[in-house]
């Protein structure tokens, strides 16, 4: 193992342990300064050799690549977080980053499905099998509620309340939060928690998970991408359109533009800070301006 593989591994073992970043975050950092580590090895860079000038011209070899500026910023991020972690554990003497800077990370607008497309993919499902009624439920729930697929995966038998109709979703750092449960939501999992549903699934009675797989094991994320795969395949939505996010999208846009106050919207999906939510604020302000320019009669020349 050489010197660099050894801070990686280091920094990678720290970022997961001190830090608490998760499995994602982690691969994004180490293909993040990997990609730095093979431009070094062609420049003959080491760590120690390397300068303030030659991180100028790694950034500046990204911009060449046409890298979107969002990636650039996050690899900036990642080299930073690196050389200052070699700092601080007395590696480096000095930081060779300390004033790089990345490229502006643009706002990224969601881009919500359309209420009667959403609408066209939901009633599509029907209530056959099992494995129909888990869909539609997983579905309802994921448009119903704005939640995070994260929380989706986690929520438990227990974690329903019929009676309040109210549903319990852990989030981030464990913080809980209560969400109401809709009367198509309501519907469509008590079909699903009936007879024919749940409890035909193997092993139902052994797990208290909501959401099972096919084996009666816990649904994962993974699972439930491939269920909105197959499930939007089958009315035509492409997949690069749709995701467990896009729901979450689609929830929030559609209570904006239905007159939703931002802050109820905030509370729903769990946001700690309002600018986050004002997201969508942004995404229904256009959908709007694009009616107002289809529609008014004074809206042209």
């Known amino acids: 193992?050489?010197?660099?593989?050894?801070?990686?591994?280091?920094?990678?073992?720290?970022?997961?342990?001190?830090?608490?970043?998760?499995?994602?975050?982690?691969?994004?950092?180490?293909?993040?300064?990997?990609?730095?580590?093979?431009?070094?090895?062609?420049?003959?860079?080491?760590?120690?050799?390397?300068?303030?000038?030659?991180?100028?011209?790694?950034?500046?070899?990204?911009?060449?690549?046409?890298?979107?500026?969002?990636?650039?910023?996050?690899?900036?991020?990642?080299?930073?977080?690196?050389?200052?972690?070699?700092?601080?554990?007395?590696?480096?003497?000095?930081?060779?980053?300390?004033?790089?800077?990345?490229?502006?990370?643009?706002?990224?607008?969601?881009?919500?499905?359309?209420?009667?497309?959403?609408?066209?993919?939901?009633?599509?499902?029907?209530?056959?099998?099992?494995?129909?009624?888990?869909?539609?439920?997983?579905?309802?729930?994921?448009?119903?509620?704005?939640?995070?697929?994260?929380?989706?995966?986690?929520?438990?038998?227990?974690?329903?309340?019929?009676d309040e109709e109210l549903i319990l979703l852990t989030g981030k750092g464990s913080k809980q939060r209560l969400v109401p449960m809709g009367s198509t939501l309501n519907a469509v999992l008590r079909r699903y928690l009936g007879p024919g549903g749940r409890s035909s699934l193997p092993q139902a009675r052994k797990d208290t998970r909501l959401f099972l797989n096919a084996r009666g094991g816990n649904l994962s994320r993974q699972g439930i991408d491939l269920i909105i795969d197959k499930r939007a395949l089958s009315v035509g939505i492409e997949r690069s359109r749709i995701s467990a996010h896009v729901f979450r999208h689609s929830c929030a846009t559609h209570m904006l533009a239905h007159g939703a106050d931002i802050r109820v919207v905030q509370e729903l999906l769990g946001h700690v800070s309002i600018s986050t939510t004002q997201i969508y604020t942004a995404v229904a302000v256009t959908s709007l301006k694009r009616e107002y320019q289809n529609a008014h009669p004074r809206a042209h020349d």
């Open 1 to 162: 193992m050489t010197t660099s593989d050894r801070y990686l591994q280091e920094y990678l073992q720290w970022l997961t342990i001190e830090k608490g970043r998760s499995r994602a975050t982690i691969e994004a950092y180490r293909r993040d300064i990997t990609r730095l580590r093979e431009w070094m090895a062609k420049q003959k860079l080491t760590v120690n050799s390397l300068r303030e000038e030659d991180l100028e011209r790694y950034s500046n070899s990204l911009r060449r690549q046409k890298r979107a500026e969002s990636s650039i910023a996050r690899s900036v991020a990642s080299i930073r977080g690196w050389f200052s972690f070699l700092v601080v554990e007395g590696y480096l003497a000095i930081d060779p980053s300390a004033r790089l800077r990345g490229g502006r990370r643009g706002r990224t607008l969601p881009k919500p499905l359309g209420e009667e497309e959403l609408a066209e993919l939901l009633d599509s499902i029907g209530d056959a099998t099992p494995i129909d009624l888990r869909d539609r439920a997983l579905l309802e729930l994921l448009y119903g509620t704005g939640a995070r697929v994260s929380e989706v995966v986690g929520i438990g038998l227990g974690d329903l309340d019929f």
